[in-house]
């Protein structure tokens, strides 16, 4: 809960996402006062190295806070956005949320 409590703020509308881009990948979008949110949920037991596409938007960096069965909500190293994707792997059975 805490993935999108801190994150998706009052205001922020929901994008449209591949709502299950591969086999237990789940993924939605959204936006609001010029941030932009990606929750990124792999329930699968093994890491998925899964590519992100951000259309419409002028985004140079996301910053992925992470949640997985060995630890709680931790900020990992931000990710470059280069001609509006990037490409992260996402650990098994955790939740990912990239904030710009």
Same mark, same amino acid.
């Given at each position: #809960?805490? =993935? ?6 009052? +205001? !922020?509308?929901? !994008?449209?996402?591949? $709502? ?5 990948? !789940?993924?939605?979008?959204?936006? +609001?006062? +010029?941030? !932009?949110?990606?929750? $990124?949920?792999?329930?699968? $037991?093994?890491?998925?190295? =899964? /590519? ?10 996301? /910053? ?6 060995? +630890?709680?909500?931790?900020? =990992? ?12 792997? #996402?650990? $098994?059975?955790?939740? /990912?949320?990239?904030?710009?």
């Amino acid at each position: #809960l805490g =993935q999108f409590s801190k994150f998706i703020q009052p +205001g !922020y509308h929901r !994008y449209n996402a591949t $709502a299950n881009p591969v086999t237990n990948v !789940y993924v939605s979008a959204y936006a +609001g006062s +010029g941030h !932009y949110v990606i929750v $990124a949920i792999n329930a699968g $037991a093994a890491a998925v190295s =899964q /590519t992100f596409n951000i259309q419409n938007a002028a985004v140079t960096a996301m /910053t992925p806070w992470q949640t997985t069965s060995s +630890g709680g909500l931790q900020a =990992q190293s931000p990710v470059s956005v280069s001609s509006n994707s990037f490409t992260y792997s #996402l650990p $098994a059975q955790s939740i /990912t949320t990239f904030v710009q």
